[in-house]
């Protein structure tokens, strides 16, 4: 089965994790794929998958020759909060030629090339999309399916030789807590890979230092009618707050590696509100100062109204993996090597994001990202391409056998 058939099959099971969930998983839906993958790699041969309480899939391939590095692959099996991924219906535009494609034609929802250019990229290619309605679920159901691919491959052809390779399939990666259940004795291996992201030719070790905000706002209410010099309304006061937060350091204004402040949540009334940050910045010492400003605010609006107005709480999430990797760069090296087998042109780019890969190398597993095909995750423009999917399928082959 190719990696597209696999794909098509698992976006139609809905797997969102849930950020406010305290369960593991998160969302218990996301065990209806891990059985279905547990299912599938038994009946290629692999006996020895199974799902953890977790709802991890663990498998292994053992080696079937001397010499080559054990190591493993890595996607996640959630989609992302932002958008729903219930009823996902899929379909393919086949030999894409570059003009504008209609996703939902009564809902009058387009994707056209001039808001979305990463579409130039993929003329001539067959694209999988959306009906407007979810998100597609590239993100990271194409990796499921390249890896399940990869493993289908390798077991029907016993004369590839490569060494140990371990397989996962994580949960709640989108929620931050892909690794926290991540039991490393399944998965003994020099080091791995995450098959997740966009170009397939990136191989790519720089991530964000990342941390979580969740500032409580604590007003006074008062009936308005009698309010003058007594209401502190908490909503207003969350909008001080942000307020004296650097105004550019926002992700509308960001790239490269800039790093930004991003509000994901604000919800309350006048006597309390909540608000929800995500903190990220490539540098250390810049991540440091954007951390040191949140406080700083607090300390200001608190001053102000001359009681503990806000309550903030600051959690480091995960760090750069970079300055880890680079002690150890044979997992860059083996797959760098393995795209010039393929006349690829190798590439690394700072993920302005975070990876499995990132908290896993800081386990001691050094794990950079491959790509997978897919572009515009986390909402209803979300795609992939057919042509690029067969491609990284090609490319875990042949680094196996390196």
């Not at 932002?82 to 894409?96: H, L």
């Not at 999309?129 to 590239?138: E, K, P, R, S």
């Not at 002690?327 to 690829?344: I, P, T």
């Not at 572009?375 to 423009?381: D, I, T, V």
Request: glycine share 8%; net charge negative; proline share 3%.
């Amino acid at each position: 089965m190719s990696a597209a058939e696999r794909f098509l099959r698992y976006v139609k099971i809905d797997t969102q994790s849930d950020p406010n969930s305290m369960t593991t998983p998160s969302t218990m839906k996301q065990k209806d794929l891990a059985r279905v993958l547990v299912e599938e790699l038994h009946e290629i041969g692999i006996s020895n998958a199974f799902m953890a309480e977790s709802g991890n899939v663990y498998a292994v391939i053992e080696a079937n020759c001397e010499g080559k590095d054990a190591i493993g692959f890595i996607a996640h099996m959630d989609t992302a909060p932002d958008c729903s991924g219930k009823n996902v219906n899929p379909r393919i535009v086949e030999n894409y030629q570059g003009d504008t494609i209609i996703l939902n034609k009564e809902k009058n929802i387009v994707m056209d090339p001039e808001m979305f250019p990463c579409l130039n990229h993929y003329i001539g290619e067959d694209l999988i999309v959306t009906d407007g309605t979810t998100l597609l679920g590239a993100d990271d159901k194409a990796g499921v399916a390249e890896i399940m691919a990869m493993a289908e491959i390798l077991m029907k052809q016993p004369e590839i030789q490569h060494g140990r390779i371990c397989i996962a399939f994580t949960c709640d990666e989108e929620v931050g807590r892909g690794t926290d259940a991540f039991e490393m004795k399944y998965f003994d291996c020099e080091y791995a890979y995450t098959v997740d992201g966009g170009d397939i030719e990136a191989i790519d070790y720089e991530n964000f230092n990342a941390a979580s905000a969740d500032v409580w706002v604590h007003g006074q209410s008062i009936h308005p009618g009698s309010a003058k010099g007594k209401m502190v309304n908490a909503l207003l006061v969350a909008y001080e707050f942000h307020q004296c937060l650097p105004v550019f350091d926002n992700p509308i204004c960001t790239d490269g590696y800039d790093g930004f402040n991003h509000m994901t949540d604000l919800n309350g009334k006048t006597e309390e509100a909540h608000m929800q940050y995500i903190i990220r910045n490539h540098d250390e010492k810049k991540f440091e100062k954007q951390k040191q400003d949140f406080i700083h605010a607090k300390d200001f609006i608190n001053q102000k109204y001359g009681y503990e107005a806000i309550e903030l709480e600051i959690k480091d999430q995960y760090a750069n993996m970079r300055q880890l990797i680079e002690k150890d760069m044979r997992c860059v090296e083996r797959a760098k090597q393995a795209m010039k087998n393929l006349n690829m042109n190798s590439k690394s780019h700072a993920i302005r994001g975070g990876t499995d890969g990132a908290m896993l190398t800081y386990k001691g597993l050094n794990t950079p990202n491959l790509g997978t095909g897919g572009e515009n995750c986390h909402g209803k423009y979300e795609f992939a391409s057919i042509q690029k999917m067969n491609q990284m399928v090609k490319l875990l082959v042949e680094i196996v056998q390196i």
